[in-house]
């Protein structure tokens, strides 16, 4: 009953989106206001409708109800209320309706918005947004069914995947989904201003919250997947440039640079054509981040699988793309540069070298991840691009990236004196060499690029740091205030500035932590009998042997291990083995021993002897803790930079024409 | 199919109806006439946060010793004629009586002059801060 409500739900959704659709081109053709709230009330219709049939798909998991076919794929008896609840977006289908479901609710709230201002945009920024829904509830609907039978009676279910039960599986797949259809709320702006020949920054203002907002979340999914994936795997790694976490990465880089230079169009009237090909392409990345997942073309491991809805995909990306780009094109004469560079010594042009640098990271990314692709069609033979070329090509370009992140803060806009640059960063400069120093002659293995990193992760965090300390005492000596009033007054005044700052202290952090994991990694394989010790970085560990137990319904098989260092335990590890009933393969559950300076990362690959003997795997990862601490640091400053309120908007305004 | 699948259906149905149709209802609606100054006066206040908003950063960035004394003089004579002649915008926005009109020039200058003793506190109140 609730599967033919659902599916009905869906179906009265696609048919409301395409009456919706037929009416905001009558509002546009008649100008008739009427059309417009109808369209606006459709736009509505459809989030209830999608709601109703995401309520019932969780309906169906929660009960386990197996005569759905993507219940019992993806659920069994015994599977936790939480993982029942995740699993609506483990598969293809349920994913997908995931989609349509955000989509839905997000142009629900676009349309009803009540912005006077964008009352010219509006009638296209819907129309796009209806495009999009009937795209994704066709897909849904005709090509994914989550309420497919499952065609006889049936007791229990599949189970879900070992490696998708994970406190990652609840936040990871929900936060890049936020993120990725978030994107298509400014794109939709754009395009109207294109329709529109508005070549003003109103659709800028108008999306930029939503524009942040979709960057954090889509953030925080990068995050998120990066932990799960760490704790998850067991491989000790964090990253490892698969197709689909290119294809998360991919907007994020374009995505960054949007954020960036839209505040030069905001201030100064340029890069008109230039943030519009970079919505352009966001959008489209997040639309080919989709394909790859759906599709099968390129292996991965977190492919849904070959499926037919790949050209459906295809299609669509191209026809968007194609369009996109057309409009573009044949607009690009309304969208004039309103100023020109005043000098190369500015803060809009250390923006467009940040730009240049993000989009050349995105680029090499890209270009690496399709490259199976375009070698499959060029010689006949998938050649794989591995971490090696992504760590060689992406990696200087980003830490150059964050070398601007340190210049940028310092220049002014307009126009900046050399010597008032060279001033400014002179003491971050010099303190930074010797932290390189340190780090190349402590770690003594006659590697450079590390310690260069390190020595610019430095500079960047003094230089922001310097920024604010400095403008915390102008403020106070100007005003008279105390430095905690000082202090306060500065960041408060002027949130998206400092959000911003603190944005890019989380990121030096991370930067630190991918550093110092990848740059120096320990690790060690050992077999051992019981009673022998394993020794890695002054860490001892002893292997007891292995113990048994249950935990619901699966049965853990761990060591566990004291860890002693210098002398002191430390407590201990244990890392395990856990086996389903409903999967032969067991999963590795990684044991980590946590701290600000490094992880002790312990693995039980394998036993034999009835655990007299055990294979185990440890890694030393150096300032891991880091990545999670910039991560939340990210967070922070996003939110603190986009909370309503006065402080958030962009106040200076630097125009060649009278305001 | 369920009977309660089609009713329930038919209620999803009756609310897209409601939704999409009821506006198609209304009657043609007149343009109204809306209020200009309210309009001006908005748009003069954001214009008015705007431009001061970019002189206080100019001065700012001065202080923080990111622009030199030469460009700041530059960018102060490009943006404090037009503080002025948005402050201007808005006091007539306020009302063009016949006391304004009449007082219109001494108001710009006491303007001007007001502008100009506001800077010259700031800059005096930090070249008091350099020397202590």
Redesign the interface.
């Known amino acids: 009953?609730m599967a033919?409500?659902g599916f009905?739900?869906l179906v009265?959704a696609l048919l409301?989106a395409v009456?919706?659709f037929v009416?905001q081109v009558l509002s546009i053709k008649t100008g008739?206001?009427?059309?417009m709230?109808?369209?606006?009330?459709?736009m509505?219709?459809i989030a209830?409708?999608v709601s109703?049939s995401s309520a019932a798909l969780l309906y169906l998991l929660v009960t386990s109800d197996f005569s759905v076919l993507y219940v019992y794929r993806y659920t069994s008896l015994s599977l936790s209320l939480l993982y029942k609840l995740s699993a609506f977006w483990a598969g293809n289908a349920g994913s997908l309706l995931l989609w349509a479901l955000v989509l839905s609710i997000y142009s629900a709230i676009v349309a009803n918005s009540k912005q006077e201002q964008n009352k010219k945009l509006m009638p296209y920024v819907n129309l796009v947004l209806l495009i999009n829904n009937i795209f994704f509830l066709l897909a849904v609907t005709f090509f994914a069914n989550p309420f497919a039978p499952t065609g006889g009676a049936v007791m229990d279910g599949r189970g879900l995947n070992p490696m998708l039960q994970n406190p990652g599986m609840i936040i990871h797949p929900i936060t890049v989904f936020l993120g990725y259809v978030g994107f298509v709320v400014p794109f939709a702006f754009a395009m109207a201003a294109l329709i529109t020949k508005d070549s003003g920054d109103l659709w800028i203002k108008s999306t930029r919250r939503w524009t942040v907002l979709a960057w954090l979340f889509l953030s925080i999914g990068n995050l998120y997947g990066a932990q799960w994936a760490y704790t998850e795997l067991g491989w000790g790694g964090f990253w490892a440039w698969d197709p689909v976490e290119n294809a998360s990465f991919l907007p994020w880089l374009t995505a960054t640079a949007f954020i960036h230079s839209v505040m030069i169009q905001e201030r100064k009237g340029m890069f008109k054509i230039w943030n519009m090909a970079l919505i352009i392409v966001t959008y489209i990345l997040t639309l080919f981040g989709t394909y790859i997942v759906r599709s099968g073309v390129i292996t991965s491991v977190h492919a849904f699988g070959v499926s037919q809805q790949g050209n459906l995909f295809l299609g669509f990306l191209t026809l968007m793309l194609f369009a996109s780009v057309g409009l573009l094109i044949w607009r690009s004469d309304t969208f004039k540069e309103e100023k020109e560079f005043e000098s190369y010594l500015s803060r809009e042009s250390s923006f467009l070298l940040n730009n240049l640098f993000l989009v050349g990271a995105a680029f090499a990314v890209f270009w690496g991840t399709i490259f199976p692709l375009v070698s499959n069609w060029v010689k006949g033979v998938a050649v794989t691009v591995g971490p090696p070329f992504f760590n060689q090509v992406a990696g200087p370009i980003l830490f150059t990236t964050l070398f601007l992140m340190g210049i940028c803060p310092?220049?002014?806009?307009?126009?900046?004196?050399f010597?008032?640059?060279v001033?400014?960063i002179l003491w971050p400069f010099i303190s930074s060499l010797p932290v390189v120093a340190a780090v190349y002659f402590v770690k003594g293995d006659g590697q450079i690029w590390q310690p260069l990193v390190f020595g610019i992760a430095a500079f960047t965090a003094l230089v922001h740091l310097k920024?604010i300390i400095?403008?915390t005492l102008?403020r106070s000596?100007?005003r008279g205030d105390s430095l905690f009033q000082a202090f306060w007054g500065l960041v408060s005044k002027n949130r998206r500035r400092y959000g911003g700052y603190l944005v890019h202290l989380g990121t030096v952090l991370i930067a630190l932590a991918i550093v110092g994991t990848m740059g120096y990694p320990t690790e060690t394989t050992k077999t051992v009998q019981i009673g022998e010790t394993i020794e890695i970085g002054g860490y001892t560990l002893t292997y007891q042997g292995l113990q048994e137990k249950m935990f619901e319904n699966k049965g853990i098989v761990y060591a566990e291990m004291p860890v002693v260092k210098d002398g002191k335990l430390l407590g201990s590890v244990a890392p395990e083995k856990v086996f389903y009933p409903e999967f032969e393969q067991p999963t590795t559950e990684v044991s980590i021993m946590g701290g600000f300076k490094e992880d002790l990362y312990v693995v039980l690959s394998s036993w034999s002897q009835g655990g007299e003997i055990a294979t185990i795997k440890i890694n030393i990862n150096p300032l891991m803790a880091w990545m999670w601490i910039g991560g939340y640091l990210l967070i922070i400053g996003t939110l603190f930079a986009v909370w309503p309120g006065r402080g958030s908007r962009l106040?200076?305004?630097?125009k060649s024409r009278?305001? | 199919m369920d009977p309660v699948v089609i009713v329930a259906g038919l209620i999803l149905l009756g609310i897209s109806v409601y939704l999409v149709g009821v506006p198609l209802l209304k009657p043609l609606a007149e343009e109204t006439k809306t209020a200009k100054p309210a309009v001006s006066t908005v748009n003069t206040e954001e214009a008015k946060e705007i431009i001061f908003a970019t002189l206080a950063e100019i001065e700012f960035d001065y202080q923080m010793g990111k622009l030199a004394e030469e460009d700041y003089l530059k960018l102060k004579g490009e943006y404090q004629p037009r503080a002025i002649q948005v402050l201007r915008s808005q006091a007539k926005a306020k009302g063009d009586s016949p006391q304004f009109v009449k007082d219109r020039a001494a108001i710009e200058a006491e303007l001007e002059k007001e502008l100009e003793q506001e800077l010259a506190q700031i800059r005096k109140d930090l070249q008091k801060s350099r020397e202590g």
């Open positions: 009953m033919d409500l009905l739900a009265i409301v009456l919706s009416i008739d206001k009427r059309f709230e109808s369209a606006r009330g459709g509505g219709a209830i409708l109703v310092v220049i002014a806009w307009q126009k900046s004196n010597k008032k640059l001033k400014s920024e400095k403008g102008v000596k100007i106040g200076p305004r630097y009278p305001a």
